[in-house]
């Protein structure tokens, strides 16, 4: 009652003053909420792969440009096999020696500054610099600008498919003189990056300025676990939205599960073997042949992958127009036997051997793709069928040990074979002897030279002819064996995400297009 009393004392401006304050407190809160609200505009996206540098010039797990940071300056356009522009505006080459490629204008790096010809020469430039892969893929010998948005690339030789190679992550376009790129690398994406905890993830926000149109979300989380399992129970759970390559016996579940959406797709992608041929065993052609005559590459594909996959011969898909038609090989126990007793070995006392040493193999495999040391597994056991010891070992990050080291024998590995649509990437890069992803060590001359001719010819008729006759080659030698074509898997919350597309290069993941219901 004093309370009232009190109050009908105050003069009626006051009054009036309190209401105001009152009005304004609820709208502070209303617009508080709002934003609160929108702030919630956010996927949280888990992938297989983790990486403890964001460098994307050398970043063997691509994930600056995955993550919708960086950019090159063409894209694969998935449905026409065929590169499209993004950085670069158009390119021209007519020789296949001395391009101009035209940048595109109202660009802008995510400190603001703008992308202009001369930004793009000194990210090419330091590419080059820190990539002796990339020197040898892009083999450019002179970068020089010809006006704000023109460059004039000549490489070192007559290369018609030099466009194509700068679909490449490793030659996204950044800012070259930020200061900490391994950390915090400045590109021209629809996100910013804004912390990075390496090993576990990034926390990107929308960049407002950029030049294809802001993305809808405020943010996004792109983080790391190597664990297949743990990565689908995260779905399962509602702590992730989207989970790149879920545990594949548990598709059948995250089906059944209300509000999950599973998609597949087949990919450019191969699992393979691949042969250190510097070891002296595999050395002799019919080892070799051996060893690819005991994968079960069927049971595999049932057992392992549940079906999501299809059996490989060589290293394309059959679908592409340079994959060569295979002559039906006879495989299992007895024919392995057989190559073996042509390269003189013999199974005595149940051990396979040789001048009285008996045949064994250390097989590297990883965890980041949860199939792999299955497959592993399945030709350990299937060796020790016919009298050879097969030592598995595990690794962490496969393109850094079997670069430096050469004390093993086999690797269950998986490539990208036609990620830009073409062959010449995959035959470069794995049986060049300049090749980043050479780790088998070849050095076939009559193999370069097709190679070496492939890079100067320009129909693309010829070209599927020699891709043809390389694949042919490296099969007849059994130079790597091929287990499988994997599909690419992704779950994802549908009730939440909106316009996510699982592309067959696996490239292109967080885009300005992604949204949230």
């Known amino acids: 009652m004093k309370f009232d009393k009190s109050i009908r004392h105050y003069p009626e401006h006051f009054l009036k003053f309190v209401i105001l304050l009152i009005c304004i407190s609820l709208i502070s809160a209303c617009t508080q909420s709002d934003q ?50 993004w950085l670069a505006e158009s390119w021209e080459g007519t020789d296949g020696q001395h391009w101009t490629i035209k940048v595109r204008e109202n660009v802008t790096f995510h400190n603001g500054k703008k992308m202009d010809a001369e930004a793009v020469k000194a990210s090419l430039e330091r590419a080059l610099k820190e990539s002796v892969a990339i020197q040898n893929a892009l083999k450019i010998e002179k970068i020089e600008t010809v006006d704000d948005y023109t460059l004039k690339i000549k490489t070192k030789t007559p290369f018609p498919e030099f466009v194509s190679e700068l679909v490449n992550p490793n030659v996204s376009i950044i800012d070259a003189a930020a200061e900490d790129i391994v950390n915090h690398p400045v590109g021209t994406g629809p996100f910013v990056l804004k912390s990075f905890s390496p090993g576990s993830k990034l926390e990107l926000e929308r960049y407002d300025d950029y030049w294809d ?13 190597e664990d297949a399992n743990a990565r689908t129970l995260a779905l399962k759970s509602g702590q992730v939205d989207i989970v790149y390559r879920p545990e594949v016996e548990s598709l059948e579940s995250l089906q059944d599960q209300n509000g999950i959406k599973v998609e597949s797709t087949a990919t450019f992608r191969v ?30 594909v049932d057992t392992i992958l549940l079906g999501y996959a299809e059996p490989a011969v060589g290293p394309f898909l059959p679908s592409l127009p340079f994959a060569p038609t295979y002559e039906q090989n006879d495989t299992g126990a007895d024919v392995a036997i057989e190559y073996l007793k042509k ?17 064994k193999f250390i097989l590297l495999t990883y965890s980041a793709r ?48 036609a990620p830009r649509g073409d062959a010449g990437y995959y035959l470069n890069a794995t049986y060049h ?52 074509h994997p599909s690419t898997i992704v779950a994802y919350n549908e009730n939440k995400v909106k316009n996510w597309v699982t592309t067959r290069s696996e490239y292109y993941m967080i885009t300005n297009r992604l949204d949230v219901n």
């Open 36 to 85: 609160s609200n929108k702030a919630k505009k956010h996927i949280h996206f888990l992938y297989n792969f983790s990486t403890n540098s964001l460098d994307p010039h050398v970043d063997s797990s691509y994930v600056p440009l995955r993550a919708g940071i960086t950019e090159t300056l063409v894209r694969l356009d998935e449905d026409n096999l065929s590169i499209a522009p």
């Open 213 to 225: 149109g802001a993305s809808n979300l405020d943010s996004v989380t792109f983080a790391f676990n």
């Open 271 to 300: 699992h393979q073997i691949t042969m250190n041929m510097q070891r002296k065993s595999l050395q002799d052609v019919n080892v070799r042949r051996a060893v690819d005559a005991l994968i079960n590459r069927q049971k595999i």
């Open 343 to 359: 390269a003189g070995f013999s199974l005595i006392d149940g051990k396979m051997q040789k001048d009285g040493e008996p045949l």
């Open 370 to 417: 949860a199939d792999l040391p299955l497959i592993a597994q399945v030709f350990q056991s299937d060796a020790k069928q016919i009298g050879i010891e097969v030592d598995i070992r595990q690794i962490d990050v496969p393109e850094e040990y079997m670069a430096s080291n050469r004390d093993w024998d086999l690797a269950t590995y998986s490539n990208l074979t």
């Open 433 to 484: 002897p300049t090749g980043a992803l050479n780790f088998s060590g070849a050095q076939e001359p009559e193999l370069t030279a097709m190679i070496d001719r492939l890079n100067q010819t320009v129909s693309q008729e010829e070209r599927a002819l020699l891709a043809e006759q390389i694949a042919d080659y490296v099969h007849e030698n059994r130079i790597n064996s091929f287990v499988l």
